[in-house]
């Protein structure tokens, strides 16, 4: 049941991409708005406070409609399966920028490239040059499909699968929510979220890099992920874009400029500490973002593969 659930939610997550701007997600924005504003009293053990009082009260009732779902019906509980995992998957909310930054690079229109990474990445893209357009863009897209798809997979594979789904998920956008904002990136209230989802998605990173050595460059990803991996000030996406870009034999994380770039989901590189020249790869192109959807495909189907063993495993 845990294959199908996921097959057909990306099946009519195809047909029918879920907005940004949905009523659900806004609801999970407006709620960590208010207990941040509720509980933020300047001290770490209020952020840590406000994170459980959010995660359980969104994964309990998950959990528990789950249970009634079980109780009553398996196809019930099929139906709601799906229902979670369309609702925290993303594969197609980020990738329609992706697709334009693509098809603009592919008809030399460099500025309408700049629009779409800016809007997306919100970065001050004036002056980028094809080649840094290109990393960024793929850059992201590494991150944000590890987040919004593997990580999500890992987590539904547990006990409780719909639970642990929208607890990752809400744990990825608290991490952010209560970190990234200007008047937040100096406030001990988002220090607790930002350790728990590290350890939430230790896992999960390293099975990504691992799938994504394992459907290209296996040599060259795994040589970058151990000697380049620690170059960035955050682990995980350290791991994920040096076996990501070994993997496509691209060098990524190298910016143009001696500068903080804030990399996915507010993650920056000290372009000082990095000493990218040695890292297997070319610079990246327009042509690395077509090679990055295959590889995000192929890394895709390989997960699906062996959850489909895994399932003929146990109903065997």
């Given at each position: 049941?845990?294959?199908?659930?996921?097959?057909?939610?990306?099946?009519?997550?195809?047909?029918?991409?879920?907005?940004?701007?949905?009523?659900?997600?806004?609801?999970?924005?407006?709620?960590?708005?208010?207990?941040?504003?509720?509980?933020?009293?300047?001290?770490?053990?209020?952020?840590?406070?406000?994170?459980?009082?959010?995660?359980?009260?969104?994964?309990?009732?998950?959990?528990?409609?789950?249970?009634?779902?079980?109780?009553?019906?398996?196809?019930?509980?099929?139906?709601?399966?799906?229902?979670?995992?369309?609702?925290?998957?993303?594969?197609?909310?980020?990738?329609?920028?992706?697709?334009?930054?693509?098809?603009?690079?592919?008809?030399?229109?460099?500025?309408?490239?700049?629009?779409?990474?800016?809007?997306?990445?919100?970065?001050?893209?004036?002056?980028?040059?094809?080649?840094?357009?290109?990393?960024?863009?793929?850059?992201?897209?590494?991150?944000?499909?590890?987040?919004?798809?593997?990580?999500?997979?890992?987590?539904?594979?547990?006990?409780?699968?719909?639970?642990?789904?929208?607890?990752?998920?809400?744990?990825?956008?608290?991490?952010?929510?209560?970190?990234?904002?200007?008047?937040?990136?100096?406030?001990?209230?988002?220090?607790?979220?930002?350790?728990?989802?590290?350890?939430?998605?230790?896992?999960?990173?390293?099975?990504?890099?691992?799938?994504?050595?394992?459907?290209?460059?296996?040599?060259?990803?795994?040589?970058?992920?151990?000697?380049?991996?620690?170059?960035?000030?955050?682990?995980?996406?350290?791991?994920?874009?040096?076996?990501?870009?070994?993997?496509?034999?691209?060098?990524?994380?190298?910016?143009?400029?001696?500068?903080?770039?804030?990399?996915?989901?507010?993650?920056?590189?000290d372009v000082d500490s990095l000493e990218m020249e040695s890292q297997p790869g070319t610079e990246a192109s327009p042509r690395a973002l077509q090679s990055a959807v295959g590889l995000v495909w192929r890394a895709l189907l390989l997960w699906m593969l062996l959850l489909l063993l895994l399932s003929i495993a146990v109903w065997l």
């Amino acid at each position: 049941m845990t294959f199908l659930s996921i097959l057909f939610a990306l099946l009519i997550e195809q047909l029918k991409p879920l907005r940004a701007d949905n009523p659900i997600y806004l609801q999970v924005q407006n709620l960590a708005i208010k207990v941040e504003a509720w509980c933020n009293a300047g001290k770490a053990s209020h952020g840590r406070l406000g994170w459980w009082v959010i995660v359980a009260g969104l994964t309990i009732p998950t959990a528990v409609i789950y249970g009634a779902c079980l109780y009553l019906s398996p196809f019930a509980a099929f139906a709601w399966n799906i229902l979670i995992v369309y609702l925290t998957l993303g594969f197609r909310r980020y990738s329609h920028y992706f697709t334009s930054i693509q098809l603009a690079l592919s008809s030399g229109d460099d500025d309408a490239a700049r629009t779409y990474l800016a809007q997306w990445t919100r970065l001050d893209t004036a002056g980028m040059d094809v080649s840094e357009i290109s990393r960024i863009a793929v850059e992201r897209a590494l991150i944000a499909t590890h987040r919004n798809v593997f990580g999500v997979f890992f987590w539904f594979l547990m006990p409780v699968g719909p639970a642990c789904a929208v607890m990752y998920r809400v744990a990825e956008y608290l991490a952010r929510a209560w970190t990234e904002p200007e008047h937040m990136k100096n406030e001990e209230f988002g220090i607790y979220a930002t350790k728990v989802f590290y350890w939430i998605d230790w896992a999960p990173a390293r099975l990504t890099a691992v799938a994504f050595a394992v459907v290209g460059n296996f040599e060259d990803a795994v040589y970058s992920w151990r000697n380049y991996a620690d170059r960035w000030s955050d682990e995980v996406v350290g791991i994920i874009l040096s076996a990501g870009g070994g993997a496509l034999g691209v060098r990524l994380g190298e910016p143009e400029e001696k500068a903080m770039i804030l990399q996915a989901d507010a993650t920056a590189v000290d372009v000082d500490s990095l000493e990218m020249e040695s890292q297997p790869g070319t610079e990246a192109s327009p042509r690395a973002l077509q090679s990055a959807v295959g590889l995000v495909w192929r890394a895709l189907l390989l997960w699906m593969l062996l959850l489909l063993l895994l399932s003929i495993a146990v109903w065997l």
